[in-house]
């Protein structure tokens, strides 16, 4: 969709998670499904935000009534500075690799309170393969190791 006016991107990204919804809503026997919005920042800007309002409105009953459904969203973003911080509400569980700009942590330290600021601190540091996770399924954040893929698959055209 990167071809298509923002218009158009948040028109189509709306319907997607509303037949997904949908969906789900009539077939209780559906596999779990994740949802993935790479470059989030792209699409879901601060800048963009009053004009996404049927987007948003979508996002938030899938984040808020799919989890039972077994639907779920996944936010994926390598400048999280340029989200509106409805986003974050939105998320409940943060893997954040390397990030060296201070916009960017900012963004992520205002709306993940169980994080400490010397790991905060630690998140420019991070090497390859490591990820701060912060998650209301942990007793408290951690710094994970994240094992690589093992396929050695190459995608050629």
Known sequence: MSAASEVIQSLVTADVLRKAFAYKMVHADAPPTLLVIEEAHAFISKERVASLHATLQMLRTVT?????????????SQQPGHLPSEVFELCNTRIVHNLRSTHNL?????TAGDVSQALWGHCPLLGAGEALVS???LRRPVVAR????????????
């Not at 039972?68 to 994926?76: A, E, T």
């Not at 994240?146 to 055209?157: K, N």
Request: some cysteine; glycine content about 4%.
């Open 106 to 110: 900012e963004a992520l330290m205002q």
């Open 64 to 76: 808020r009534r799919g989890r039972k459904r077994w639907l779920s969203i996944c936010f994926v």
């Open 146 to 157: 994240i094992r690589q893929a093992s396929s050695r698959r190459r995608f050629v055209r």
């Open 135 to 137: 998650s209301p399924q």
